[in-house]
């Protein structure tokens, strides 16, 4: 039976995840896309189990001894075993970005201006962030992925620091039904109840974790509150302290 694994994450300031590809200005995504949840949890489960394989060539070769693409070799074992990864909001995000006052030199002169700061940041440090991973497997044992999970410390880069507030898990029962109420992003399905954000995201079960040049998107959505899905569509039901959470893995049968 598949289980899944419930963390609660608070970021200290915001964070700053990029959407790719990016130019000069590197505009923020406003929410968690699965590749940067699985990338969270891949990095301190590679740590709890004293590994230290971090990125993998893919291809290469040819005359000047190009190693080819390069992909995360944890967020590859990971996201192997995953049937399910997604993330609810607990406040509106907002993306921010900076206009700076400079001053520089022109033929002896000392003039001002202004300029964009060519990293945007979402804010939304007063929120919480609920990401949901469910297994068909987890080879390395489940304290392991239990502790990993408590050693979560960033989401996106190196800036975006967070803490884990909570950790739960357990089995996940697989149902095919006619209608859901979720509050975790799905794709595949359209929402038909209730209000909710889009992002394009990179597809995450089918590109690689770490290279995502041509890398196909999907158009995701994500919840704010609860919303209903029309059916047939596969969920996975959380049993939780709280109660029974449901996450929607796809049209029904997919």
């Known amino acids: 039976m598949p289980r899944f694994l419930y963390l609660r994450m608070?970021?200290?300031?915001?964070y700053a995840?990029?959407?790719?590809?990016?130019?000069?200005?590197?505009?923020?995504?406003g929410v968690p896309p699965p590749t940067s949840l699985i990338g969270a949890l891949a990095y301190p489960l590679a740590r709890v189990l004293g590994r230290r394989e971090e990125t993998l060539y893919l291809g290469g070769g040819g005359r000047r001894g190009r190693r080819g693409a390069a992909v995360s070799f944890w967020g590859e074992e990971l996201?192997?075993?995953?049937?399910?990864?997604?993330a609810a909001l607990g406040v509106a995000s907002a993306g921010h970005g900076s206009i700076l006052k400079i001053q520089y030199t022109y033929r002896g002169d000392v003039l001002q201006g202004v300029a964009a700061m060519p990293v945007e940041v979402t804010a939304g440090s007063e929120g919480w962030i609920d990401a949901v991973y469910v297994f068909r497997e987890a080879p390395w044992g489940w304290g392991a992925v239990e502790?990993?999970?408590?050693?979560?410390?960033r989401l996106g880069s190196r800036e975006s620091p967070v803490y884990v507030e909570g950790v739960w898990s357990g089995e996940a029962?697989?149902?095919v039904v006619e209608s859901a109420?979720?509050?975790?992003?799905?794709?595949?399905v359209?929402?038909?109840?209730?209000e909710y954000r889009l992002a394009y995201v990179v597809d995450w079960r089918v590109a690689r974790i770490g290279d995502y040049s041509g890398a196909p998107r999907v158009a995701a959505v994500y919840p704010?509150?609860?919303v209903e899905v029309g059916g047939p569509v596969r969920v996975y039901r959380l049993g939780l302290p709280w109660g029974v959470e449901e996450v929607v893995a796809g049209a029904g049968g997919g």
Not at 17 to 29: C, E, M
Not at 79 to 86: D, I, S, T
């Open 10 to 14: 608070r970021p200290v300031w915001g």
């Open 17 to 29: 995840l990029r959407a790719l590809p990016q130019s000069k200005t590197r505009v923020s995504l």
């Open 79 to 86: 996201r192997g075993r995953l049937l399910y990864v997604g």
């Open 147 to 153: 502790r990993a999970a408590w050693g979560v410390s």
């Open 173 to 175: 029962s697989e149902a």
């Open 181 to 188: 109420r979720t509050r975790f992003s799905f794709y595949g």
């Open 190 to 194: 359209a929402p038909r109840d209730g």
């Open 224 to 226: 704010r509150g609860y």
